[in-house]
């Protein structure tokens, strides 16, 4: 098994350029998770999909949209890139019953 | 108040020290508690989850105080591989969210 695989490892981007960040799980996960995670602030939450076809803004939601396409997959999108979007961006999925996450290996994401 | 808190660090231990790390977190209606471990620009990895007994897994304990609102990590014996960023995790309970702590570092030196 995979785990959660993270596209791609390392991304710079133009100030209002837009990407998407894809991240799939092969461990048949209900929910999953996007964080960004910048020094001196820890994980921060973006947005989250409880289970397929349902997704939720957590903590930092501005200037990003989601999509859970299926169960295995669930995309961030920057529609605008900002420098302050400049951060290491983790995707989780989680058993549903237990929360224990497991992550991907994360997008270095560097916005000039 | 930080719905959870911990001492960032660095500790700085020699091989073969015990060390314990606390965190706090202000949500009397936590359900679950986590401690995960992050080497430098990597993943964070689940190191143990806690439970109300506390719990054990090899040099590794765990415990929770409820009444103080308090997580603990034990370790013992400390190997250089043990160096890393230790998260501390609280789950609200009710919906899929989680809160991480900022990590504390441990550094351990020959």
């Known amino acids: 098994n995979a785990g959660v695989t993270q596209t791609p490892k390392f991304q710079v981007l133009k100030t209002g350029q837009s990407m998407t960040l894809q991240c799939a799980q092969d461990?048949?996960?209900?929910?999953m998770y996007w964080y960004r995670q910048d020094p001196g602030m820890g994980l921060r939450l973006i947005y989250y999909?409880?289970?397929?076809?349902?997704?939720d803004k957590g903590e930092v939601p501005n200037g990003y949209n989601v999509s859970r396409l299926n169960k295995r997959e669930f995309s961030l999108r920057l529609e605008s890139a900002a420098p302050s979007q400049t951060s290491v961006y983790f995707c989780?999925?989680?058993?549903?019953?237990?929360?224990?996450?497991?992550f991907g290996p994360g997008t270095r994401l560097t916005v000039l | 108040r930080k719905e959870v808190e911990q001492d960032p660090g660095p500790f700085n231990v020699p091989e073969g020290a015990t060390v314990a790390f606390n965190c706090t977190y202000s949500?009397?209606?936590?359900?679950?508690f986590f401690w995960y471990r992050q080497d430098c620009r990597k993943e964070p990895k689940l190191l143990m989850s806690v439970y109300s007994s506390g719990n054990e897994d090899g040099r590794f304990t765990a415990q929770l105080n409820r009444a103080s609102q308090y997580i603990s990590l034990l370790i013992r014996d400390s190997k250089l591989s043990d160096s890393a960023t230790y998260l501390c995790?609280?789950?609200?309970?009710?919906?899929?969210?989680?809160?991480f702590g900022i990590g504390t570092k441990l550094q351990v030196i020959p």
């Open positions: 949500n009397s209606a936590s359900q679950s």
């Open positions: 989780a999925s989680s058993d549903q019953v237990h929360n224990e996450q497991f």
């Open positions: 995790v609280v789950n609200m309970g009710g919906y899929q969210k989680v809160t």
């Open positions: 999909s409880a289970s397929e076809g349902t997704t």
């Open positions: 461990m048949n996960h209900n929910s």
